[in-house]
């Protein structure tokens, strides 16, 4: 798979602290990481180019499969409405020969304005910070950490620090540090809208990248089947409405915490959710759908192994009865050489438009697109 992502490399512009009004609006062109789950690269890149102004040089990061760099020059606070990242890193580069000489009033100033910058853009501020470097109990990072809570007022906590400073050698210099500060004092990928949890939930970011990659439409009938807490709902809808949004699972919780989770995000009165077998046809009148979505049970948190089989054909055809021609079946698995031999026995149904392999803390889920034949 291509990216489009250019390994171009060049000198960073470095962090100049700007007025307060400045910082929190339009900043001169700054660089950033974009911290993701690899596999996604090249939709995280399509919605880094689409949804935010302001962005130039789009590259790729040397050694890494799950960031990606750009020069950005737009406002800081568009740079936490991305849905496909995990976080955004400032980075900022100093000629330092070791972490320890950051406390230096040369390079100091730069590293507490990015700290100020974090508190701004979030709510509630942080309160704690930590460093996330190999050896960060050295006296050189403790000599910095102490100088960051006299300059901050923030406490050093090495395992819940929600103000995250990333050390690293300098990636675009012969020599020299570099520190990544996380923008967002949570992962992006923790939704506000996630007020029930559920065992087996997709992440939200690979929610919002099947999204993009079916191409949400105002005129969409959108299903999604096996709906549990609804991350693939909610990411769906909160990407701009559709036409007619149904929901279904035979699971009573599921649907409860599916309920409670969309109010969460203001849409309740945007979905009809039905519980149902998908086998059967109560959800299906709201169609024929031009988007279904589905991630079928996995492991042993929300199915078994040995019903797996059935459940996907289930899906591949069920999902068939109720799409309109030429709509888009997006499924998230982990079950991938079930799905595979599911796809051959569907192969009159289904042609397979793409396959994104998604690397999640040790799993490895697919995202398959497919078009209704
Ligand atoms: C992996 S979970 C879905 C998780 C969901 N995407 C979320 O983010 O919470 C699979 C769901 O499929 C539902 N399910 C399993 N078999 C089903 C069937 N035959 N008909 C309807 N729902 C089913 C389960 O109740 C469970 O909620």
Same mark, same amino acid.
């Given at each position: 798979m291509t990216t489009g992502v250019s390994r171009t490399r060049g000198p960073s512009p470095g962090y100049r602290p700007r007025t307060r009004s400045q910082q929190a609006s339009q900043p001169p062109s700054r660089r950033v990481e974009f911290m993701f789950l690899p596999g996604l690269d090249f939709v995280v890149e399509a919605e880094l180019r689409e949804r935010l102004t302001g962005v130039r040089r789009v590259h790729a990061v040397h050694g890494r499969s799950d960031a990606i760099a750009a020069d950005y020059s737009g406002p800081w606070e568009s740079l936490l409405s991305l849905r496909t990242i995990v976080a955004p890193f400032l980075v900022l580069s100093f000629p330092a020969p070791r972490p320890g000489s950051l406390v230096s009033g040369e390079y100091f100033p730069e590293i507490e304005a990015a700290a100020d910058l974090v508190a701004r853009l979030n709510a509630p501020p942080p309160r704690t910070f930590r460093f996330d470097a190999a050896g960060s109990a050295s006296a050189g990072y403790r000599k910095l950490a102490a100088r960051l809570e006299d300059a901050t007022g923030l406490t050093y906590d090495d395992e819940e620090g929600d103000l995250v400073l990333r050390f690293r050698r300098? *990636?675009? #210099?012969?020599?020299g540090w570099d520190v990544l500060v =996380? +923008?967002?004092? =949570?992962?992006? #990928?923790?939704?506000?809208? =996630? *007020?029930h949890n559920f065992p087996g939930a997709a992440n939200a970011c690979v929610a919002a990248a099947m999204t993009r990659l079916v191409g949400p439409a105002p005129s969409q009938r959108f299903a999604n089947l096996m709906c549990g807490s609804g991350t693939l709902l909610i990411e769906r809808l909160l990407s701009g409405p559709a036409l007619v949004a149904v929901a279904v699972d035979n699971d009573e919780d599921a649907l409860a915490a599916c309920a409670g989770n969309l109010s969460a995000a203001g849409l309740r009165d945007q979905a009809r959710l039905v519980r149902a077998d998908i086998a059967e046809d109560a959800w299906a009148a709201d169609g024929p759908f031009d988007v279904i979505m589905a991630d079928p049970p996995w492991g042993? +948190?929300?199915? #078994?192994h040995d019903t797996s089989e059935s459940v996907h054909m289930a899906l591949l055809e069920r999902a068939y009865a109720a799409a309109a021609p030429g709509a888009r079946l997006a499924v998230l698995t982990h079950e991938i050489r079930i799905m595979e031999r599911c796809l051959r026995q569907a192969g009159r149904l289904w042609t397979e438009y793409q396959a994104v392999r998604v690397f999640q803390k040790g799993h490895h889920p697919r995202i398959y697109v497919l078009t209704r034949k």
């Open positions: 300098a *990636v675009d #210099s012969a020599a =996380r +923008l967002c004092t =949570r992962p992006l #990928s923790r939704r506000p809208w =996630r *007020v042993t +948190l929300t199915g #078994s």
